[in-house]
């Protein structure tokens, strides 16, 4: 069983930023691929940045310039450092984590972030 625990979400003015984490826990010998999602109200999860084994990223349109994902595989954490962040940031974000000894993804509960004056 694997756990993954987000932190560092909050309230933030925009143009401020955070600093996300996500810690994997549990009977783990690797981690594979690493990434954060977020869902907004009202809209369907979405892809924020995506992190291989390797260190290759990606991410998506919204977060490119702004945000930076990176991984510490001794402590099987992802982060998600995010700056300039705009009010359509708001949402909850996810961490997922690819585990291929269990062939299974896993997520966590999410972290609510609110941008706002």
């Known amino acids: 069983q694997v756990q993954l625990v987000e932190s560092g979400g909050g309230l933030v ?15 783990i ?4 691929a ?3 999602y977020r869902q907004a109200p009202g809209k369907e999860r979405e892809l924020v940045a995506h992190i291989r084994s390797s260190g290759s990223t990606n991410y ?6 702004r945000f930076t994902i990176s991984r510490d595989n001794a402590k099987n954490t992802v982060y998600l450092q995010m700056n300039s ?16 000894g269990l062939r ?8 609510l972030v609110t941008v706002s004056s």
Do not use: H
């Open 104 to 111: 299974s993804t896993y997520w966590g509960k999410g972290t």
């Open 85 to 100: 962040l705009k009010p359509e940031d708001t949402a909850v974000y996810y961490c997922n984590a690819d585990v291929p």
């Open 34 to 36: 690493m990434g954060w």
């Open 60 to 65: 998506a349109d919204s977060a490119k310039d």
């Open 29 to 32: 010998f690797s981690i594979g």
């Open 13 to 27: 003015q925009p143009g401020g930023s955070l600093r996300l984490s996500c810690a994997a826990s549990g009977t």
